[in-house]
T-cell receptor, first 111, second 112 residues
Framework: DVKVTQSSRYLVKRTGEKVFLECVQD?????MFWYRQDPGLGLRLIYF???????EKGDIPEGYSVSREKKERFSLILESASTNQTSMYLC??????????FGPGTRLTVT | GEDVEQSLFLSVREGDSSVINCTYT??????LYWYKQEPGAGLQLLTY?????DMKQDQRLTVLLNKKDKHLSLRIADTQTGDSAIYFC????????????FGKGTKLSVKP
């Protein structure tokens, strides 16, 4: 069964902290994505990666960075968390034009 | 640029049919998708349709594609309270590699 897992379902961090959100997929997918989801704004693409050590900016990369050291793992990093980064973060993966498979999401609150 | 539009809310009674509509702008889209998101969860792929098809049926779900008008719809027959969720339409954009363009989602409320 296809699986995308995210390290935490809920996370509370303080302003200025460095935050790591981890995503792992077990489907040997080349492509991995990080989205954030906010009410009224839908899903917005932050970064994606189509291969190990490769990364591409999405629509809203400011304030974020990513790391893909292994094919199955894609990490989203908030170097210095801010309150406007409070959101639901969704990781997804796919290969070619196959459908995106999503993880369960991490609800991050920055206080 | 590419855009996907859908209405934000839909309310139906249990047992009725629900129709969720979506319009998109990228005429080169190859695949169009419907995802379902239940409260507090990630997105789950419901169904998808290839752009050379007009219709796809899967149990209670019917997807209709009007490529000329760039209009996609999802019909849920015999809607149940468990169908209450947010439904996202998405197209495989011709821009960034593998990047899906999502609508903002339609919140379906099913009243008993």
């Amino acid at each position: 069964d296809v699986k995308v897992t995210q390290s935490s379902r809920y996370l509370v961090k303080r302003t200025g902290e460095k935050v790591f959100l981890e995503c792992v997929q077990d489907m040997d997918h080349e492509n991995m994505f990080w989205y954030r989801q906010d009410p009224g704004l839908g899903l917005r693409l932050i970064y994606f990666s189509y291969d190990v050590k490769m990364k591409e900016k999405g629509d809203i990369p400011e304030g974020y960075s990513v790391s893909r050291e292994k094919k199955e793992r894609f990490s989203l990093i908030l170097e210095s968390a801010s309150t406007n980064q409070t959101s639901m973060y969704l990781c997804a993966s796919d290969v070619g034009s196959d459908p995106l498979f999503f993880g369960p999401g991490t609800r991050l609150t920055v206080t | 640029g590419e855009d996907v539009e859908q209405s934000l809310f839909l309310s139906v009674r249990e047992g009725d049919s629900s129709v969720i509509n979506c319009t998109y702008t990228d005429s080169s889209s190859t695949y169009l998708y419907w995802y379902k998101q239940e409260p507090g969860a990630g997105l789950q792929l419901l169904t998808y349709i290839f752009s050379n098809m007009d219709m796809k049926q899967d149990q209670r779900l019917t997807v209709l594609l009007n490529k000329k008008d760039k209009h996609l719809s999802l019909r849920i027959a015999d809607t149940q309270t468990g169908d209450s969720a947010i439904y996202f339409c998405a197209e495989l954009g011709g821009g960034s590699q593998g990047n899906l363009i999502f609508g903002k989602g339609t919140k379906l409320s099913v009243k008993p």
